[in-house]
C-alpha cells in the first residue's frame, strides 16, 4: 500500500480498524510475556490505539511508529497529553512521558533504531501491508530486533473474495516469515460472525490467530 492510500484513509476518517477499546488479546496473553519494568516494545504501524497507552500503563517505553501524523497528533490529544516533537533523521518523533511515536515511513528504521527494543506487539499491521511489503516487513525486524519476546495478530480468510487491507496471512507465511524465531499459536477465534464487510463479499470463515513470538 503506498503511503498516500493511508493517508487518505486518516485524511477521510476511515480508520474501522480502530477499536474503541483495548485489544483483548493484549491484555489476555502480554503478561505472560513476563518482560522487565521499563523494557521497550516496538508497535509497528500503530495508528493512534489505545493499546499503545495500556503498554505504557504496564510500566514500558513504547515506540510507536506511523506514517500518518495525523493519527500521531490524535493519539496525544485523545489523550491529553503535550508531546515534545523533534526531527530525528527521516522521522518526526512526538514524545510524551514513556510514549514516543515515531511520524515516518516504518521502512525507512533503522537497525540502530530498535536496538534496544525487546518487546514486539503487531496488531493490524502486518496484516495491513500486501504479500510483498509483508516479506520486507518481517525481514526488517527479523534483522534489526535483538533477542526479545512479542505479540502477533493475524486474519486468516480466503483472499480472492476481497481485496485487503485487511489482507490474509496464513499460517504458513508466519511461520516461514519468521524462521529462526520461535512462533507458537496461542489462540484462535471464529471471528465471521462479528464481520458484515467479509460476509457480504461471501467470506464463510475469518479466522483471528494471537502468535507469541520470540525472537
Ligand atoms: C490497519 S491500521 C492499524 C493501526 C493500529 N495498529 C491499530 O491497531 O489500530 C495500519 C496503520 O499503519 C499505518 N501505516 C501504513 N503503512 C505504513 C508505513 N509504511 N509506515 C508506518 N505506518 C504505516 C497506517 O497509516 C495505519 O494507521
Redesign the pocket.
Known amino acids: 500500500?503506498e503511503?498516500a492510500f493511508?493517508?487518505k484513509?486518516?485524511a477521510d476518517n476511515q480508520?474501522g480498524?480502530?477499536?474503541a477499546r483495548v485489544?483483548p488479546f493484549l491484555q489476555k496473553y502480554w503478561p505472560r510475556l513476563q518482560l522487565a519494568p521499563g523494557s521497550r516494545v516496538l508497535?509497528?504501524?500503530?495508528?493512534?490505539?489505545l493499546?499503545l497507552a495500556w503498554l505504557a500503563g504496564q510500566g514500558h517505553r513504547v515506540l510507536g511508529?506511523?506514517?500518518?501524523r495525523q493519527?500521531v497528533e490524535a493519539f496525544f490529544h485523545e489523550h491529553g497529553l503535550e508531546p515534545q516533537v523533534v526531527q530525528q533523521g527521516a522521522f518526526e518523533v512526538w514524545r510524551s512521558g514513556d510514549v514516543e511515536l515515531w511520524c515516518?515511513?516504518?521502512?525507512a528504521l533503522r537497525v540502530e533504531d530498535l536496538a534496544d527494543c525487546v518487546a514486539l506487539y503487531?496488531?493490524?499491521?502486518l496484516?495491513?501491508?500486501p504479500p510483498h511489503?509483508r516479506a520486507q516487513y518481517m525481514r526488517l525486524l527479523l534483522q534489526a530486533l535483538p533477542a526479545g519476546d512479542g505479540l502477533l495478530l493475524t486474519l486468516d480468510y480466503q483472499q480472492e473474495l476481497l481485496a485487503g487491507?485487511?489482507f490474509s496471512v496464513a499460517d504458513d507465511e508466519v511461520r516461514l516469515g519468521f524462521a529462526g524465531w520461535q512462533v507458537e499459536a496461542l489462540e484462535e477465534q471464529e471471528v465471521i460472525g462479528e464481520s458484515p464487510k467479509f460476509q457480504e463479499a461471501g467470506v464463510q470463515s475469518l479466522v483471528e490467530r494471537v502468535y507469541r513470538v520470540q525472537f
Open positions: 500500500m503511503p493511508w493517508q484513509r486518516w480508520i480498524f480502530h477499536q485489544n508497535v509497528p504501524l500503530c495508528g493512534k490505539s493499546d511508529v506511523e506514517l500518518s493519527a515516518g515511513d516504518f521502512f503487531d496488531r493490524a499491521a496484516i495491513a501491508l511489503m487491507p485487511p
